[in-house]
């Protein structure tokens, strides 16, 4: 079945610091990959999205590129700031033309950026 | 940019009891989800709703969970009974279509939901 899988547990870091969480996914076809972030006491919002492969998302400095050849969509920024801190969600959702409706979401990364 | 609204945004109840969760979605979104987000654990998909009927559900998504939107109102989720496992934040999303940039799911703060 579809699966989304990445980093767990928590990332610590300090300010200026690069970023790097990783990302991959199983399922067929091509995906619509997403990368959802959520604040504390929040629910999610949308961080980036892409819907065709090699093509890279960015917003607010963060960056993933979907890799269909290694299933990865990996995130990174070059220097995270200390309002970055929130969980990140890796989350993909199955082609609509096979009627997979159905979105996926990996267990989620806490990150921590000390100042 | 659009909001998804919640009510209530807490709620206490007892085991066996019915309880229902409303979510006001995005204006002209089409496709309504709920999501359970138990403690420190992952978010996971209940099920998404379109046209009136439930396209997809999850083995989460068990015979005592029901939604449905009458008339284009709140987009329910009632549990009925409850149980203590059903303690959880329960996240309401909404999105215009399930192509492309369409697929951009919103998100409401959620229900914290106790069942004692």
Redesign the interface.
């Known amino acids: 079945g579809d699966s989304v899988i990445q980093m767990q547990g928590q990332v610590t870091l300090s300010e200026n610091d690069f970023l790097f969480i990783n990302c991959t996914y199983s399922t067929t076809g091509y995906p619509?990959l997403?990368w959802?972030v959520?604040y504390s006491?929040?629910?999610?919002?949308?961080l980036l999205?892409v819907?065709t492969a090699n093509n890279k998302g960015s917003s607010r400095g963060f960056e993933a590129t979907y890799d269909k050849g290694t299933t990865s969509f990996h995130l990174q920024k070059t220097s995270v700031q200390e309002i970055d801190s929130a969980v990140y969600?890796c989350a993909m959702?199955g082609p609509?033309s096979g009627g997979?409706?159905?979105?996926?979401?990996?267990?989620?990364t806490s990150l921590v950026v000390h100042p | 940019g659009p909001k998804?609204l919640q009510i209530p945004s807490h709620q206490i109840i007892d085991m066996g009891q019915m309880v229902t969760l409303n979510c006001d979605p995005v204006s002209n979104h089409l496709?309504f989800?709920w999501?359970k987000q138990i403690l420190g654990?992952?978010?996971?998909?209940l099920v998404?709703f379109?046209n009136g009927k439930v396209?997809?559900k999850?083995k989460l998504f068990k015979d005592q969970f029901s939604v449905e939107r009458p008339d284009g109102s709140y987009f329910t989720l009632k549990i009925q009974p409850t149980a203590l496992e059903d303690s959880a934040v329960y996240?309401c999303?909404s999105s215009f279509g399930?192509?492309?940039?369409q697929?951009?799911?919103?998100?409401?703060?959620?229900t914290r939901l106790l069942v004692l």
């Open positions: 619509t997403f959802y959520q006491g929040e629910g999610p919002q949308l999205q819907t969600y959702r609509s997979n409706y159905k979105p996926t979401f990996g267990k989620g | 998804v496709y989800y999501y654990q992952q978010m996971e998909f998404n379109y396209m997809e999850s996240f999303a399930t192509g492309g940039l697929d951009t799911q919103y998100f409401g703060p959620g």
